[in-house]
């Protein structure tokens, strides 16, 4: 079995062919797998997500991915963690109870504010304000790029240090984060059109 360049974990719960066909637009292969030697061997880790976030953390626990995903992290491999898939790395999350993320980074996930007017789940584009241009996920990208969002929840990380990019719903949140080869992004940069594309093309030149 051959060692995979980019490995997008499979926990049950993602849109993970979509982000394996924006890879290959790309010019770039990538796997699909559920397990976790494979993504333990791969050169780089994506770890998508749509679903709820406990559900998601039972499954990758139950399956082994957690320590599969914490052990390439921790190795220094090149990991981008895609809407659900950021939020599991903090501390943890509000979503229907109090549930513990994998708690790589300090942080709480938690829902939009009920306000008139706003609508909840989150679904649209949104222009990102960059707070750390240099991240090499940015690279190339226009200053006033934008991605599409569908969540309800976002991250609010104890670490502001951590924030690579934030976005306005209405007030400022958390779009992205990015401390040495660790890349996460609470829009779906697979969704994302052009922009997103140049995206997980700049993540698979790492």
Partial sequence: MSRPEIA?????????????KAFEAVGFAAVVTSDAYRVGEAAKVVLPGVGAFGDA??????????????????????????????????????EDGLHAGLNLYPGEV??????????VPH????????TQPKCPLFTDLPADAAFYFVHSYYVEPTDETLIA???DYPT?????TWR????????????SQGVGLAMLKNFARL
Avoid at 68 to 83: D, E, H, R, S, W
Avoid at 123 to 129: C, K, Q, V
Wanted: positive net charge.
């Fill in 57 to 94: 953390m039972a499954e990758l626990h139950g399956s082994g991915l957690s320590a599969a995903v914490t052990g390439q992290i921790a190795a220094g491999k090149p990991f981008l963690g895609i809407c659900l898939g950021m939020q599991m790395l903090f501390t943890r999350s509000h």
């Fill in 172 to 176: 400022q949140c958390c779009a992205a």
């Fill in 180 to 191: 040495d080869n660790v890349f996460t992004t609470q829009f779906h940069p697979e969704k």
């Fill in 123 to 130: 679904m649209g584009w949104n222009t990102l304000r960059l």
């Fill in 8 to 20: 997008i974990v499979d926990y049950g719960m993602a849109n993970l062919r979509s982000v394996q």
């Fill in 110 to 119: 938690v829902r939009f504010p009920r306000q008139p007017r706003l609508k």
């Fill in 165 to 167: 990019a934030e976005f």
